[in-house]
Nanobody
Framework: QVQLVESGGGLVQAGESLRLSCAASRSIISINSMGWYRQGPGNQRELVATIINGVGTNYADSVKGRFTVSKDNAKNTVYLQMNSLKPEDTAVYYC??????????WGQGTQVTVSS
């Protein structure tokens, strides 16, 4: 498996932006998909955005047009650019990597808090 370390979370006001980073411990070229999930207070963990190798990107309806997921293979890093943040985006954001046959790897999470 791969170790993942998130950074970039924080406290912002509604309408502002944040960029999350997820640094992997090794090359991410062979990883089937990488992306971001989040878990808000009292909620289950949900998909935010993923990049699937050879396919493209996938976004939750609630973030389409506001969030952009990208990756830099040379830096072994995945990013989540979050614009026009809303209070309902408040959650712990987790980086995820899926690689066959090893399965899922998760980061420790980074808190994003959006005040109204």
């Amino acid at each position: 498996q791969v170790q993942l370390v998130e950074s970039g979370g924080g406290l912002v006001q509604a309408g502002e932006s944040l960029r999350l980073s997820c640094a992997a411990s090794r090359s991410i070229i062979s990883i089937n998909s990488m992306g971001w999930y989040r878990q808000g207070p009292g909620n289950q963990r949900e998909l935010v955005a993923t990049i699937i190798n050879g396919v493209g990107t996938n976004y939750a309806d609630s973030v389409k047009g506001r969030f952009t997921v990208s990756k830099d293979n040379a830096k072994n890093t995945v990013y989540l650019q979050m614009n026009s943040l809303k209070p309902e985006d408040t959650a712990v954001y987790y980086c995820n990597a899926y690689e066959w046959p090893f399965g899922n790897s998760w980061g420790q999470g980074t808190q994003v808090t959006v005040s109204s």
